[in-house]
T-cell receptor
Framework: DADVTQTPRNRITKTGKRIMLECSQT?????MYWYRQDPGLGLRLIYY???????NKGEISDGYSVSRQAQAKFSLSLESAIPNQTALYFC?????????????FGPGTRLTVL | QKEVEQDPGPLSVPEGAIVSLNCTYS??????FMWYRQYSRKGPELLMY????GNKEDGRFTAQVDKSSKYISLFIRDSQPSDSATYLC???????????FGKGTRLHILP
């Protein structure tokens, strides 16, 4: 089984709808992240959490919110989806070890907002 | 000037060739340098991790960091069609800092 799972894998929705993307991990890592990937813009950080009581904004948090329900679960919500939020969304986890903080990515959620 | 610059490609090379992928950066505080590989319809996965300047080798892959020039490279020797993917450079100031990714270079290895 995959260490980092994301649901749904694909979603098509309409402008104004509320959408939740979910991420679960079995790696036992404290740190979790949400990124979006757009052609020509690369990976951009939306939110990150270093433990269940810690939530931090990334570079593009406007229009998004997150919830860290447990060490293993980190959800991303779009309260009122808009077309320019159409993108590939990735969840990632990490745990600093021996000076290295490798990020492990999930398979991604392809979101289309019409 | 963007913090991390990476040529998006695509870069096409014949099988067996040496591939050179590069990134430049503007923030001299970066100390951790990474290369991630992303296959189509998959999430990125860590390929190489380097702290500060110098070289690091792992099999057919070599990562180089030149902090004086703010330039990092990834070399792939004896390239294979299975190396066809998007390669993203990434860097951070410290272990607790957010990682800044380059936009990625699409690489095609031609059989």
């Amino acid at each position: 089984d995959a260490d980092v799972t994301q649901t749904p894998r694909n979603r098509i929705t309409k402008t104004g709808k509320r959408i939740m993307l979910e991420c679960s991990q079995t790696k036992g890592h404290d740190r979790m992240y949400w990124y979006r990937q757009d052609p020509g813009l690369g990976l951009r950080l939306i939110y990150y959490s270093f433990d269940v009581k810690d939530i931090n904004k990334g570079e593009i948090s406007d229009g998004y919110s997150v919830s860290r329900q447990a060490q293993a679960k980190f959800s991303l919500s779009l309260e009122s989806a808009i077309p320019n939020q159409t993108a590939l969304y990735f969840c990632a986890t990490s745990e600093p070890n021996r000076g290295q903080d490798t990020q492990y990515f999930g398979p991604g959620t392809r979101l289309t907002v019409l | 000037q963007k913090e991390v610059e990476q040529d998006p490609g695509p870069l096409s090379v014949p099988e067996g060739a040496i591939v050179s992928l590069n990134c430049t950066y503007s923030n001299s505080a970066f100390q951790y340098f990474m290369w991630y590989r992303q296959y189509s319809r998959k999430g990125p996965e860590l390929l190489m991790y380097t702290y500060s300047s110098g070289n690091k080798e792992d099999g057919r892959f070599t990562a180089q960091v030149d902090k004086s020039s703010k330039y990092i490279s990834l070399f792939i020797r004896d390239s294979q069609p299975s190396d066809s993917a998007t390669y993203l450079c990434a860097m951070a100031r410290n272990r607790d800092d957010k990682i800044i990714f380059g936009k990625g270079t699409r690489l095609h290895i031609l059989p």
